[in-house]
């Protein structure tokens, strides 16, 4: 190996982040792997590399005897004597091989590691990356959408990601060049690479926009309890606050709505319904019901949390909701069965 090897190591190392360490011994070991077969697979080679003085030799051991009983693990004393002066039977020398017989394969495997570890290194920067930001919300660029699939090839920092039609909000269009924030669900390192998780529909969206827009949240002096969502449509909320000074709800909607309206902007007109959260599950479940006005809330069975809602009977669409949505949502932020009930005790459909 020449000393521009050596220095291309080097330069890897401070250019790729790839220790210049881990590549020698790559090296070394493709090597040895590679000369075996001239020896018929026994383990006899060894390597060696001296990167302080630009050396890399290649040893073969072997067992010094009277008569040669096997081509590749044995030599005659006389022959051993010609490396090792006073060599005798039994002993195990090593001995150096000429360039000639290893040099071309050494350059070709010293070749194929370090692409193979400039691969790993990116593959693995990627990871560390995609990893670093797993359940976070980051803002992605729209490289291209496949008029076919509806999927969506995005630009997260220096690596790209597949954002899945159904992963989008249901009815918006992304062009390409756009902004727009997604959710890392999840990271999987796969036989192609890392892959990250994408969503645009997760309600972990929602929840970390309103710790970037609310301050009160992200110091934790608001918390958010528990969400519910059907992406392009509407959330549900509940919030609750450590300070009795502070409205939870009125910390996230913001002064005028401007907090709110901003993330209802970015998620394009989605509604939100944002409700106090309580450890009474009568009052959480009236609560998670809004806008509708709810009487009473009776629970049977509380093992199997289950409950009865009565509303007014002019409020009763109001608290199913369009094809049931608002009544699906609230059993989904409380984890309660709602059966709702006009407060006349008859329904028309």
Same mark, same amino acid.
């Given at each position: 190996?020449?000393?521009?090897?050596?220095?291309?190591?080097?330069?890897?190392?401070?250019?790729?982040?790839?220790?210049?360490?881990?590549?020698?011994?790559?090296?070394?070991?493709?090597?040895?792997?590679?000369?075996?077969?001239?020896?018929?697979?026994?383990?006899?080679?060894?390597?060696?590399?001296?990167?302080?003085?630009?050396?890399?030799?290649?040893?073969?051991?072997?067992?010094?005897?009277?008569?040669?009983?096997?081509?590749?693990?044995?030599?005659?004393?006389?022959?051993?004597?010609?490396?090792?002066?006073?060599?005798?039977?039994?002993?195990?020398?090593?001995?150096?091989?000429?360039?000639?017989?290893?040099?071309?394969?050494?350059?070709?495997?010293?070749?194929?590691?370090?692409?193979?570890?400039?691969?790993?290194?990116?593959?693995?920067? &990627?990871?560390? %990356?995609?990893?670093?930001?797993?359940?976070?919300? =980051?803002?992605? *660029?729209?490289?291209? $959408? /496949?008029? @076919?699939?509806?999927?969506?090839?995005?630009?997260?920092?220096?690596?790209?990601?597949?954002?899945?039609?159904?992963?989008?909000?249901?009815?918006?269009?992304?062009?390409?060049?756009?902004?727009?924030?997604?959710?890392?669900?999840?990271?999987?390192?796969?036989?192609?690479?890392?892959?990250?998780?994408?969503?645009?529909?997760?309600?972990?969206?929602?929840?970390?926009?309103?710790?970037?827009?609310?301050?009160?949240?992200?110091?934790?002096?608001?918390?958010?309890?528990? &969400?519910?969502? %059907?992406?392009?449509?509407?959330?549900?909320?509940? =919030?609750?606050? *450590?300070?009795?000074? $502070? /409205?939870? @709800?009125?910390?996230?909607?913001?002064?005028?709505?401007?907090?709110?309206?901003?993330?209802?902007?970015?998620?394009?007109?989605?509604?939100?319904?944002?409700?106090?959260?309580?450890?009474?599950?009568?009052?959480?479940?009236?609560?998670?019901?809004?806008?509708?006005?709810?009487?009473?809330?009776?629970?049977?069975?509380?093992?199997?949390?289950?409950?009865?809602?009565?509303?007014?009977?002019?409020?009763?669409?109001?608290?199913?909701?369009?094809?049931?949505?608002?009544?699906?949502?609230?059993?989904?932020?409380?984890?309660?069965?709602?059966?709702?009930?006009?407060?006349?005790?008859?329904?028309?459909?």
């Amino acid at each position: 190996m020449n000393k521009e090897f050596f220095e291309a190591v080097q330069m890897l190392e401070k250019e790729k982040g790839i220790p210049a360490e881990y590549l020698y011994e790559k090296i070394q070991n493709a090597i040895i792997v590679a000369l075996r077969k001239d020896y018929n697979g026994k383990d006899v080679v060894s390597c060696e590399i001296d990167p302080e003085n630009y050396e890399m030799n290649v040893f073969v051991r072997k067992n010094v005897v009277d008569e040669i009983d096997d081509e590749d693990t044995d030599i005659t004393v006389a022959d051993a004597q010609q490396y090792k002066p006073g060599a005798e039977a039994g002993d195990i020398i090593e001995i150096m091989l000429d360039t000639k017989d290893f040099g071309r394969i050494a350059a070709q495997t010293a070749k194929h590691v370090i692409r193979q570890g400039i691969r790993d290194a990116e593959k693995g920067q &990627i990871m560390m %990356e995609f990893q670093s930001k797993q359940q976070e919300l =980051v803002t992605a *660029k729209v490289l291209s $959408v /496949d008029p @076919i699939t509806g999927n969506a090839t995005l630009e997260i920092g220096k690596a790209e990601a597949i954002l899945p039609k159904g992963e989008q909000v249901p009815g918006e269009e992304l062009t390409v060049g756009e902004l727009i924030k997604v959710f890392i669900v999840d990271v999987r390192d796969t036989e192609k690479g890392p892959k990250a998780m994408i969503s645009r529909t997760h309600q972990g969206l929602v929840k970390r926009l309103f710790e970037t827009e609310v301050p009160e949240i992200y110091d934790g002096t608001v918390t958010i309890n528990a &969400i519910s969502r %059907e992406a392009g449509a509407r959330t549900k909320m509940a =919030v609750s606050s *450590k300070d009795e000074n $502070v /409205d939870a @709800i009125g910390a996230c909607i913001g002064p005028r709505g401007s907090r709110v309206n901003k993330i209802v902007e970015l998620l394009g007109g989605e509604k939100i319904d944002i409700v106090n959260y309580s450890e009474d599950p009568k009052q959480f479940v009236a609560a998670a019901l809004a806008p509708a006005n709810v009487l009473s809330v009776e629970i049977p069975d509380s093992e199997v949390k289950s409950c009865v809602v009565t509303v007014p009977d002019n409020q009763l669409s109001l608290a199913i909701g369009n094809k049931g949505q608002n009544a699906r949502l609230a059993a989904r932020l409380t984890g309660w069965k709602i059966d709702i009930k006009p407060e006349s005790g008859f329904y028309e459909g």
